[in-house]
């Protein structure tokens, strides 16, 4: 049994959580482009304004949440369902990235970074999913990383939270694909955006915002489970997961510089 995909994003009504900049931003973009009706989400209501003004009016909802805040991410769903009576995708790519080592782990960085990679996602899919079971249709796609994989070093924080994303994805497909709703779990490699701008070493395989919508875009059109990107990056890691500790450890300490 597979899970359904979008033959054409024309007409669908998609909410982009984490609009603002970065991969979620190119998503919009490339979504409106694709003639979807597309409500934008972030912090940053300028950031927001700004794509906006780019899109066409009729097919541009703006709606500026913190993902960290379950009422707002409610009402803005509810937004979403007054105005235009259904939402088909739900794709969230809000997230932080700080890097930290096991001699700065700091608690208050990390009880944000869980808040917001790996408790924003849940809330958003609480949100949504009552009225997409009810259809029995729709898409959640959710950004984790494949960072998320296995442990890599200085991602005390970030590696936890990615992970987490991976067991909800796993654990929501076994429940949504008998009830017609798809779960699209996305692990993108490097990408050059502002949270990988911190970055002081080479980052391997890099791509661009715009390159990753468009993996993702296909990924969600073809109804794959598990979209990652680049593959010649996200497959090496794949591979050395299922390594045993000895090898992986002693593979990604020649590759990594920490
Ligand atoms: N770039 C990479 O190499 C890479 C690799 C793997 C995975 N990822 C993942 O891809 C996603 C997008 O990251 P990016 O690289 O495009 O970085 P980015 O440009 O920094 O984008 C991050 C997005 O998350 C939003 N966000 C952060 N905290 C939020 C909050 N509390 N509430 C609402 N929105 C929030 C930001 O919007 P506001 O600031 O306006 O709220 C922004 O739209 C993240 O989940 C990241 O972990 C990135």
Redesign the pocket.
Known sequence: MKQKGIHHFSGKCVWV??????????CATALFAAGAKVAI????AE??KQLANNAPGERVLTL??????ASQITQAHQQILECWGKLDLLLF?????APMRANELDMTLVEKTI???LL?PMRAVAAVLPAMLKKHEGHIAI?????GYSGLPKALA?GPS?AGIINFCETLYYDLLPQGVSVHMI??????????AQNDFE?PA??T?EQ?AKEILQGIKDGEFDIHFPKRFSGFLKLLRILPYPLYFWIVRRFVKI
């Open positions: 959580i984490g609009a603002s900049s970065g991969i979620g931003q190119a989400s972030g912090r940053r950031q927001l500026p949440v913190d993902v960290t805040n790519v809000s997230g932080m990235y808040n917001t990679n924003g950004v984790g990383s494949v960072a970030y990615k692990s993108p490699g490097f990408v050059a955006t502002e949270a990988t980052m890099l791509m915002p990753a």
